[in-house]
């Protein structure tokens, strides 16, 4: 134990099954408990909608509400959620001196400009006067034809007051697994103390599914559990809306302020795959054995997305350790691209605090654990490229 140990004092969730630690701890804990779907808006896909949100409740200025996105006003609402759990919101001391790091994708696009550009085209040649004429009319400055992926950190700073460095980071479940790794490794170090870090992902836009699809990751057809669509029409992948984001600080840190610390975040470890080399199998491997697994039983949540290829990888390579029990909680939340590995993290944080288990998610798929989990393993391992790990201990 050491006073740079890089401990969990606060999170922020949400996702399909609702809001915050404690609600999704309820849901996750009982047996047999039914995903939220909706599969009639982008049919033949099916998506993890976002529960009801009331914006005010993190967001208190509307005018700030209505320039975000719903992906920024997301990600701001789970990083309020996780600055409150930590008792960081509203001290001017510890926002000021806060750092952050963010997982995000490219943003939303404007679908009705999208539209507007392509219909205008069928009638004018001049394409390329055409679109610097709707780059000058339809967007506002700060926005290209999508968005930022630095405007959620912004908002944070705007909303939160969190004005510490900041640093963001684009590439799927890549960018959450560089985000958290980043933000352990300035702790470690002693460069900084108290870190926000986290990402949101929003799928219940168009132009969103289409990122997975034009690669054909989708998976298409009734919905079926992460493990079980090996071979099933489409990709495997079914995403869901939602927000994860974590305060990390060091242990001296949270101890002289009095706070609950969830868990300690051990070793966060990462790769790069070259998958079309058949590389996939031995990384995971090797990101296991470098994760310095316990001896005994282990419990596992895994951010398996249900792409074919990486699942079936990183399903091969868990088995292959008859220690380990894996909860594939995409099952019940979908598939959150960069919040995926901070979702993870945060799952595994709330099994070792509270001292018990998640039933099988999955129990067609999924051993069952029978101890108390004192030890649990956070994966992502990305549907395109991109592998993450972490061990999250007792505090």
């Known amino acids: ?15 399909s099954l609702g809001e915050g630690p ?26 993890h909608p976002l529960p009801e949100i009331d914006w005010n409740l993190q967001i208190a200025k509307r005018g700030d509400q209505r320039q975000m996105e719903t992906w920024q006003r997301l990600g701001t609402y789970a990083a309020g959620m996780a600055l409150d759990d930590a008792g960081i919101k509203g001290n001017d001391d510890l926002c000021t001196t806060m750092d952050m790091v963010v997982a995000a994708g490219g943003g939303e696009r404007d679908e009705a400009v999208d539209a507007d550009i392509l219909a205008a085209s069928e009638s004018r040649n001049d394409r390329d006067v055409l679109l610097n004429e709707k780059l000058t009319t339809e967007l506002r400055p700060t926005l290209f034809l999508a968005q930022l992926s630095n405007l959620l950190a912004g908002n944070i700073s705007i909303v939160h007051k969190v004005t510490g460095s900041s640093r963001t980071f684009m590439g799927e479940e890549g960018a959450g697994v560089a985000a958290v790794e980043t933000a352990a490794a300035r702790i470690r170090s002693g460069q900084s103390t108290h870190i926000l870090v986290g990402g949101a992902f929003q799928t219940e836009h168009s132009d969103m599914l289409l990122g997975y699809e034009l690669a054909g ?44 610390i969830y868990a300690e975040l051990g070793p966060v470890v990462s790769g790069r795959a070259i998958r079309r080399q058949g590389e996939l199998d031995a990384e995971i ?3 296991l054995s470098q994760a310095a697994l316990p001896n005994g039983e ?16 990183e399903k091969s390579a ?22 995926q590995f901070p979702f993870a993290v945060a799952l595994a944080a709330l099994a070792v605090e509270r001292k018990a288990a998640y039933p099988a998610f999955d129990p067609a798929s999924e051993k069952p654990f029978k101890g108390i989990p004192r030890t649990v393993l956070a994966t992502a391992i990305g549907y395109h490229q ?8 007792a505090a």
């Open 1 to 15: 134990m050491s006073s740079h140990d890089v401990v969990i004092s606060g999170i922020g969730l949400v996702s």
């Open 22 to 47: 404690d609600a999704h701890w309820r849901k996750l804990v009982q047996p047999g408990l039914e995903p939220v779907l909706e599969a009639a808006r982008f049919s033949p896909y099916t998506v």
């Open 217 to 260: 990751y989708l998976h298409r057809g009734p919905w079926r559990p992460v493990w079980q669509r090996q071979g099933l029409d489409g990709g495997g992948v079914v995403t869901g809306s939602g927000g994860a984001f974590l305060v990390l600080e060091q242990r001296e840190h949270a101890i002289s302020r009095g706070r609950k």
């Open 285 to 287: 491997a090797a990101l």
């Open 298 to 313: 282990l419990l596992t949540i895994s951010g398996a997305s249900g792409a074919h290829a990486a699942t079936a990888a």
């Open 318 to 339: 868990l088995d292959a350790n008859p220690a380990i029990a894996a909860r594939g909680f995409s099952t019940l939340t979908g598939h959150m691209k960069e919040a």
């Open 386 to 393: 991109f592998e993450g790990m972490a061990l999250v201990n």
